[in-house]
């Protein structure tokens, strides 16, 4: 089974959390602060495999959580690093942020790699705390969390050469005679539900990559059909062949065929117009063939495109067709990529270290950063607790509540700590 794309949830490993520790050995009853710091939490990676063809091992697992952070420990040891977690993908694979649909990564080479979500960053144990005038600190600072986000997976097939064109119209039967691929070959619509990958030897000047685009029809970039599935297979090609049906059996005109297939792909992506097309018109051993052919290819010499009589089925014209092909990839192959903006990399969106909202006249903050920091203070130590008010200061907490009108005697809450605002 081809499957192109998948969604999965995933989790980079939280840091874990600096400690509370006092130096105790004997003759030393009073030793300093020696807690630990936290260990880093895992990264989510991803890496090419080329021995993978499809998105298969993403139906069955959906969920996917790198190892947390060990928590620090007395004698100023740090807790362990979390593992990595390293994900295997096949070559043309894109990572998309499924909330902002964002391309987090876009994977093409053997062995690349890319960190999609970072493990949290360790937290500080008490070592960290010690002044002059602190000399015995009773707190310590929590992990942060690791990123984690519900992603799409999709992937866009890497092949040098796509076969276009009609359903029917001979892609299959060609892709079969140029290569060693078995596909699925049928006088009836959508025989192929899948892309076919095969590999040309080079008997015709150079070996490269083609694969048999499932027929496209009116509406295709609109989904109609299977339009955006397989659409998505031609943006990385190089060189489009476009296969007519030049018998016209099922009552269809070639030239008509030929531009209801280029306005599918202009409609869906005006990049896919800048591909190379050259034109197969095949179905040239059946009779009466020659006269309409002679008037299709008037017809599309006049519009600046190469054209080649071919019969699929006894492979005539087929090395002339793909001896020319094989001449235009070795001279596209030096040209640059373009690239454009919507494949351009991002990380994901920050959220906002606090929030504050009001309800019946409290003050209600939150967020990620106001958890940990909450969860770090020691509320009975006046040390931690001036620590804590720093950190509201400084981060700008008191400058929000003030813009918001906050007054003498407000109410202030945060998550389980509820206190009245003093200037």
């Known amino acids: 089974m081809f499957i192109d794309q998948a ?3 995933m989790k980079a490993g939280n840091g874990g959390n600096g400690v509370v520790s006092f130096r105790r050995e004997i ?20 890496v090419v495999d080329t021995g993978m063809l499809t998105l298969m091992d993403f139906k069955y697992k959906k969920k996917y959580v790198a190892q947390n952070g060990g928590d620090g420990a007395g004698a100023k040891k740090s807790g362990k690093n979390g593992t990595d977690l390293v994900i295997k993908v096949p070559p043309g694979t ?93 006088d009836y619509h959508f025989t192929t539900l899948s892309p076919n990958l095969g590999v040309v030897g080079d008997e015709y000047g150079k070996s490269f990559v083609i694969a048999d685009i499932p027929g496209l029809i009116e509406g295709a970039h609109e989904g109609v059909g299977l339009g955006h599935e397989f659409l998505k297979h031609v943006e990385r090609t190089k060189v489009l062949i476009h296969i007519v049906d030049i018998s016209g059996m099922e009552g269809r005109n070639p030239i008509e065929d030929f531009d209801k297939i280029n306005n599918e792909l202009k409609l869906y992506s005006s990049k896919l117009t800048k591909k190379y097309q050259v034109i197969a018109a095949n179905k040239m051993d059946l009779s009466g063939t020659e006269e309409k052919y002679e008037s299709f290819k008037k017809e599309i010499i006049a519009r600046g495109y190469e054209v080649f009589p071919i019969s699929a089925v006894t492979k005539k014209g087929l090395k002339e067709l793909f001896m020319f092909v094989t001449s235009k990839l070795l001279v596209l192959q030096n040209e640059p990529e373009e690239i454009s903006v919507e494949n351009m990399e991002y990380t994901l969106e920050k959220e906002e270290p606090f929030t504050i909202r009001i309800e019946d006249g409290t003050y209600i903050v939150e967020g990620k950063w106001m958890q940990r920091i909450v969860g770090s203070t020691n509320f009975d130590d006046n040390d931690s607790l001036k620590y804590f008010q720093r950190a509201l200061i400084k981060k700008g907490v008191i400058e929000e509540l003030k813009k918001l009108g906050i007054k003498e005697g407000d109410n202030v809450k945060i998550y389980d700590i509820e206190f009245e605002y003093i200037p």
């Open 94 to 186: 894109i990572i998309k942020d499924e909330a902002s649909g964002r391309v987090l990564a876009d994977l093409t080479e053997n062995d690349q790699r890319q960190i999609v979500l970072k493990g949290g960053k360790g937290g500080k144990g008490n070592q960290h705390f010690a002044t002059p005038t602190r000399q015995a600190p009773r707190f310590a600072i929590s992990g942060t969390a690791g990123e984690e986000a519900s992603v799409i997976l999709e992937l866009k097939l890497l092949a040098d050469v796509g076969l276009i064109g009609y359903p029917s119209v001979g892609k299959s039967t060609i892709l079969s005679m140029v290569t060693s691929a078995n596909p699925k070959i049928a």
């Open 7 to 9: 969604k999965i949830y």
């Open 27 to 46: 003759y030393v009853p009073n030793g300093g602060p020696d807690g630990g710091d936290g260990g880093k939490g895992g990264n989510i990676i991803f």
